[in-house]
C-alpha cells in the first residue's frame, strides 16, 4: 500500500479504462507522468466488467491496469464499484430499483438504479467489495478505498416498500413508542393520529401537503439509510483491509442537499467531495468559496481533497460554457485556497461514447496537444512547488453556521414563504464577506464556536435547545454575533417556539415578533438607510438598541436591525435581507467591532485573498478573477511563478499567486 496522501499537492482523476482499448493504457500512464498526475480514482462503474454474471469475477483486466499505474508510480484510489449495479442482476431482481414519489419504478438504462434499503442490493454489493478488498488489500498501487460515488445524486428519496419497512424501524428506534411519534409529528392535525406502525408509509405523493415533520423525519431516515450502506461497505473494508483510508466523495455544492454530511464525516477517514461551476447562479465563484468553506468544516479544519472537478465544459446545464484560458489553474487553486490538498478532476479522458462524451476532461477528443492539456501540464510544474503548503490550514475568524436539517425544514411544505432560499442568507453574507477578503468557516452549530470573533446565524429555521444555548454563550463570551430573519422559529420536530419569534433567539436578541410579513422576489421595503428584500416583520425591540428601521410600508417606523450587548459581545438581529451596499457597511461594523481584518486591506473588487497556516509559515493565495492587472502588498515568494515579490505583487488577468511570506 502506498502513503497518503503524500507530502505533495497531489493531482489526480477519474479514470476509466474499461473505456479504452488496451493500446491507450500505456499512452494514459505516459501522459499522467507528464502531466504530474499521482493518483487515479479507478472502477467507479466497473462493476458489470468485474463481475459479468453472478459470482463469476473478471479482474484480469483491473490486475493488469493496477500494475501498469503502480510501475508508472500513479497510486490508485480504489473504487469498490459498487455505484451502479450490472443488468443481469436488476433484471434477476428488479425488487432493487428505486421507486419514485408517484410510485413510478427508476428503471436500468442510466446509473445508481437501486434502493438504499434494499437487503438484495445491499448483498450482492458487499460480495463485490469483499472480492476487491481481498484481492487489493496487498497491492502496491492501492492508496485508498472510493466507496461507491456521489450517493444520493440519482436514487434518494426512494418510495418504495422496503423503504416503508425501514421507515417504520427507524422511527421506532427514533421514538419508541406511537405516542411519542404522534406528539412529535402533530398528528391531532388533520387527522393524522396512527394507531399501530403498520400505517406509517414514506411521504408518497399525497392530496396536498404532507405532514412536514414526516417530511422532516423521511429526509432523515433517507441520508441514515444511505450512512447505514456506507457502513457496511466500510466494515468489510476495515475487515479485510485494515489501515488503508477510506472515502466517499461528498457533494457539497449548490444543488445537492440530500445528506446530511456532519453525520457521515465520522464514517471517512479523508473528506472528500465534488464540485461543479453551475453557470446560472448569479455569483458562481461566491458559491465555490462557499462549498470550500462547507467541506473545510466538515473535514474540522484539516486539508481535505476535491475528488471531481472539471477542466472546462460540464454536460449537464443548458449551455455548457468552456472555461476561459487558465480557468483550469485558477479553479483548481481555488479549492487550494479554501484547503484542499489534493485536486483532482473528472475525468482523465474523455468518453468516445456514452452520457458524458461531451463532458471535458485531462485529456480531450483533440487528444493531449491541446491547450487544455497543456495548462494541466502547467498546473501540474506548480503543484510540484506546492508541496511544501500540504497540511497547513486556511485562516478563519468568522463562523457561519450551516446545518441540513434546518435546510431540510425551511424546505418544507407550506411555510410563510415559498420563495426564501435557506442557503440565500448564508451565502449572500459569505459572498460579502469574500468579497472584503474575509474568510469564514462555514460550520454545523454543534461545532466549537470558542475560537470565532463573529458567528452569522443565517436562517436557521429549525435549532434545537442545545444549539441556540451555543450561540447565546458565543455572544457573552466576546463575539459579535448576526443573526438573520427566520432563524430559531422551530425545534428538533419542526415545532413552532411560542411567545414571539424568533423563540430560540428571543431572548438573546431582545426583540419580539408578532407576525411575518414576507416580500416576494421582486418585492423591496425602504428602510432608513437601505432597502431590504425576501422578508419583514414587526419587530418589537424589547430589550434592543434599534439600529436602523423600516422606512415605507405596514411597517414603518418599526425596528428592522437592532443590536443587545451581551457580556462582552454583541448579538444583532436582521429581519430583513438589505442590499449588498448596507449589508456589507453592517459586515463592516461587525468585523470593526470584533477586531477582524481581512487578509488583505482594500481587496480589489474580484480579487480573492486566503491565507493558510502551517507549523513551516504561511502561504497567501491571491486569485484575480478580473480582465485588470491589479498590484497587490505581499512579500516573499510567488510559487505560482516561481519568482521573488518584495512589497507588492502585480497580479495579471486571471492570475493566481501563492506567496511564501517572509
Ligand atoms: C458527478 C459524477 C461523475 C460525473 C460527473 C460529471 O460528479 O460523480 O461520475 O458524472 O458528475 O459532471
Ligand atoms: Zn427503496
Given at each position: 500500500?502506498?502513503?497518503?496522501?503524500?507530502?505533495?499537492?497531489?493531482?489526480?482523476?477519474?479514470?476509466?479504462?474499461?473505456?479504452?482499448?488496451?493500446?491507450?493504457?500505456?499512452?494514459?500512464?505516459?501522459?499522467?507522468?507528464?502531466?504530474?498526475?499521482?493518483?487515479?480514482?479507478?472502477?467507479?462503474?466497473?462493476?458489470?466488467?468485474?463481475?459479468p454474471a453472478k459470482g463469476e469475477y473478471e479482474?484480469?483486466?483491473?490486475?493488469?491496469?493496477?500494475?501498469?499505474?503502480?510501475?508508472?508510480g500513479i497510486a490508485v484510489d480504489l473504487a469498490t464499484a459498487t455505484a451502479t449495479p450490472p443488468p443481469w442482476l436488476s433484471a434477476a431482481h428488479p425488487e432493487i430499483l428505486p421507486v419514485d414519489v408517484l410510485g413510478h419504478t427508476l428503471w436500468p438504462g442510466?446509473?445508481?438504479?437501486?434502493?438504499?434499503?434494499?437487503?438484495?442490493?445491499?448483498?450482492?454489493?458487499?460480495?463485490?467489495?469483499?472480492?476487491?478488498a481481498a484481492r487489493y488489500h496487498e497491492h502496491p498501487a492501492l492508496a485508498m478505498w472510493h466507496v461507491s460515488n456521489e450517493y444520493a445524486c440519482h436514487n434518494l428519496p426512494c418510495y418504495c416498500d422496503e423503504c416503508a419497512r425501514h421507515f417504520r424501524s427507524w422511527l421506532r428506534r427514533r421514538y419508541e413508542s406511537l405516542e411519542r411519534l404522534n406528539d412529535a409529528w402533530g398528528t391531532a392535525f388533520w387527522s393524522q393520529r396512527y394507531t399501530a406502525w403498520e400505517q406509517i408509509l414514506p411521504t408518497r405523493h399525497s392530496t396536498t401537503f404532507n405532514n412536514p415533520t414526516q417530511v422532516l423525519d423521511y429526509k432523515r431516515f433517507s441520508s441514515d439509510a444511505l450512512l447505514d450502506f456506507m457502513r457496511a461497505e466500510r466494515a468489510v473494508l476495515d475487515e479485510l483491509s485494515p489501515g488503508v483510508p477510506v472515502t466517499t466523495n461528498f457533494m457539497t455544492l449548490d444543488h445537492f442537499r440530500h445528506l446530511d454530511y456532519n453525520a457521515w464525516t465520522p464514517t471517512v477517514d479523508v473528506?472528500?467531495?465534488?464540485?461543479?461551476?453551475?453557470?446560472?447562479l448569479e455569483h458562481p465563484r461566491s458559491e465555490l468559496a462557499f462549498s470550500g468553506d462547507v467541506t473545510r468544516a466538515l473535514a474540522g479544519g484539516a486539508p481535505w481533497m476535491l475528488m471531481e472537478h472539471s477542466t472546462s465544459a460540464v454536460n449537464w446545464q443548458p449551455t455548457n460554457h468552456a472555461k476561459a484560458p487558465g480557468q483550469t489553474i485558477r479553479d483548481a487553486l481555488a479549492h487550494v485556497a479554501r484547503g484542499a490538498d489534493a485536486i483532482a478532476w473528472f475525468q482523465w479522458r474523455q468518453s468516445r461514447a456514452g452520457s458524458e462524451k461531451f463532458h471535458s476532461a485531462v485529456v480531450p477528443h483533440a487528444?493531449?496537444?491541446?491547450?487544455?492539456?497543456?495548462?494541466?501540464?502547467?498546473?501540474?510544474?506548480?503543484?510540484?512547488?506546492?508541496?511544501?503548503?500540504?497540511?497547513?490550514?486556511?485562516?478563519?475568524?468568522?463562523?457561519?453556521?450551516?446545518?441540513?436539517?434546518?435546510?431540510?425544514?425551511?424546505?418544507?411544505?407550506?411555510?410563510?414563504?415559498?420563495?426564501?432560499?435557506?442557503?440565500?442568507?448564508?451565502?449572500?453574507?459569505?459572498?460579502?464577506?469574500?468579497?472584503?477578503?474575509v474568510t469564514a468557516d462555514v460550520v454545523h452549530p454543534g461545532a466549537d464556536l470558542s475560537s470565532y470573533a463573529v458567528v452569522v446565524v443565517p436562517q436557521l429555521y429549525l435549532v434545537t435547545d442545545e444549539h441556540a444555548d451555543a450561540v447565546s454563550a458565543a455572544a457573552s463570551a466576546g463575539a459579535q454575533v448576526l443573526v438573520t430573519y427566520f432563524s430559531g422559529i422551530s425545534d428538533e420536530h419542526d415545532h413552532v417556539r411560542l411567545g414571539g419569534y424568533p423563540g430560540a433567539f428571543r431572548d438573546l436578541l431582545g426583540v419580539r415578533v408578532e407576525e411575518f410579513f414576507p416580500l416576494g422576489p421582486v418585492e423591496t421595503v425602504a428602510l432608513t438607510d437601505g432597502t431590504g428584500g425576501w422578508w419583514s416583520e414587526d419587530v418589537q425591540a424589547t430589550d434592543a438598541t434599534v439600529v436602523e428601521s423600516y422606512a415605507a410600508g405596514p411597517l414603518v417606523g418599526r425596528p428592522a436591525i437592532t443590536r443587545r450587548d451581551v457580556g462582552t459581545g454583541s448579538a444583532w438581529y436582521l429581519s430583513t435581507l438589505p442590499d449588498d451596499d448596507r449589508l456589507g457597511r453592517l459586515l463592516d461594523t461587525l468585523l470593526a467591532a470584533a477586531g477582524v481584518e481581512p487578509t488583505v486591506a482594500g481587496l480589489p473588487v474580484g480579487v480573492e485573498a486566503t491565507r493558510r497556516r502551517g507549523d513551516d509559515g504561511s502561504w497567501l493565495f491571491l486569485l484575480n478573477h478580473t480582465d485588470l492587472t491589479h498590484s497587490l502588498a505581499a512579500s516573499g515568494h510567488d510559487l505560482v511563478a516561481d519568482t521573488a515579490v518584495a512589497g507588492s505583487v502585480e497580479l495579471a488577468p486571471g492570475a493566481v499567486a501563492v506567496i511564501r511570506e517572509t
Open positions: 500500500m502506498r502513503a497518503w496522501p503524500t507530502k505533495t499537492l497531489s493531482l489526480g482523476g477519474d479514470y476509466n479504462p474499461e473505456q479504452w482499448p488496451r493500446a491507450v493504457w500505456d499512452d494514459d500512464v505516459t501522459l499522467m507522468q507528464r502531466a504530474n498526475i499521482s493518483f487515479v480514482s479507478l472502477g467507479i462503474f466497473s462493476w458489470s466488467w468485474l463481475e479482474f484480469e483486466w483491473l490486475d493488469t491496469i493496477m500494475d501498469k499505474l503502480h510501475a508508472g442510466s446509473r445508481q438504479s437501486w434502493c438504499p434499503t434494499s437487503p438484495v442490493f445491499r448483498d450482492y454489493a458487499l460480495a463485490l467489495t469483499r472480492q476487491l473528506v472528500s467531495t465534488d464540485h461543479y461551476i453551475v453557470d446560472a487528444g493531449p496537444e491541446t491547450a487544455r492539456f497543456r495548462e494541466v501540464e502547467q498546473l501540474g510544474r506548480i503543484a510540484g512547488r506546492l508541496g511544501e503548503l500540504v497540511g497547513s490550514r486556511v485562516e478563519a475568524r468568522v463562523a457561519i453556521l450551516h446545518d441540513y436539517q434546518a435546510i431540510w425544514a425551511s424546505e418544507g411544505p407550506c411555510l410563510p414563504s415559498s420563495e426564501l432560499d435557506a442557503l440565500e442568507a448564508a451565502r449572500t453574507i459569505h459572498r460579502l464577506l469574500h468579497d472584503r477578503g
